[in-house]
């Protein structure tokens, strides 16, 4: 089965904080996205990547960049973290018209 | 760009009835149609999916029928069960990578 890994479950930051969220796939998918949760919001795309080194702007990218350096890596950085940015992360990696696969998520809380 | 809109936002069943979970689209290009479960504290994971050139696909107790005239598609379970509870999104996909889902379904089946 292919295995999409977030480093982190919970993670506690403090305001202005860098943040990282790590997301690693095993399957050699060729994409990979990042969405935040929110109750009553669903499911937003932040950024997501159709290869190494591209990366395209979601619909809610603004607070947020990505890094792509390899192809099973996908990082989420919050340049400065605001608790506004209070949620749950999903890392999600697919093959091209294809079901993505999920991580089990990072439920990030910013005081 | 596509839009997903599902409905209910939340669905009480008695154990063992069925429940039925909706999604309409907007762009008649979308050609892929994947229902996910999301569990407590987990990511979503797929449960069925169906492509356009089909009506209606069956998995045991999970089915989705697909009308793409009227740009809509189901979820359907029968003889639900306790485990069956969980949120439910529905998405739709044109050509390329990015899906768009609906807002979800937050299903409980009451014993």
């Known amino acids: 089965d292919v295995k999409v890994t977030q480093s982190s479950r919970y993670l506690v930051k403090r305001t202005g904080e860098k943040v990282f969220l790590e997301c690693v796939q095993d399957?050699?998918?060729?994409?990979m996205f990042w969405y935040r949760q929110d109750p009553g919001l669903g499911l937003r795309l932040i950024y997501f990547?159709?290869?190494?080194?591209?990366?395209e702007k979601g619909d809610i990218p603004e607070g947020y960049s990505v890094s792509r350096e390899k192809k099973e890596r996908f990082s989420l950085i919050l340049e400065s973290a605001s608790t506004n940015q209070t949620s749950m992360y999903l890392c999600?990696?697919?093959?091209?018209?294809?079901?993505?696969?999920f991580g089990s998520g990072t439920r990030l809380t910013v005081v | 760009g596509e839009n997903v809109e599902q409905h209910p936002s939340t669905l009480s069943v008695q154990e063992g009835d069925s429940a039925v979970i909706k999604c309409t689209y907007s762009?008649?290009?979308?050609?892929?149609f994947p229902w996910y479960k999301q569990e407590l504290g987990k990511g979503p994971q797929l449960i069925i999916d169906?492509?356009?050139?089909?009506g209606e696909k069956k998995d045991q107790r999970i089915a989705v029928t697909l009308n793409k005239t009227a740009k809509h598609f189901s979820l359907h379970i029968t003889e639900t069960q306790p485990e069956d509870s969980a949120v439910y999104f529905c998405?739709?996909?044109?050509?390329?990578?990015?899906?768009?889902f609906g807002t979800g379904t937050s299903l409980t089946v009451i014993p």
């Open positions: 999600a990696s697919s093959w091209t018209s294809r079901g993505y696969t």
């Open positions: 399957m050699d998918h060729e994409n």
């Open positions: 990547s159709y290869d190494v080194k591209m990366k």
């Open positions: 762009d008649s290009a979308s050609n892929y």
């Open positions: 169906i492509r356009s050139n089909v």
């Open positions: 998405a739709a996909i044109r050509s390329g990578n990015q899906f768009y």
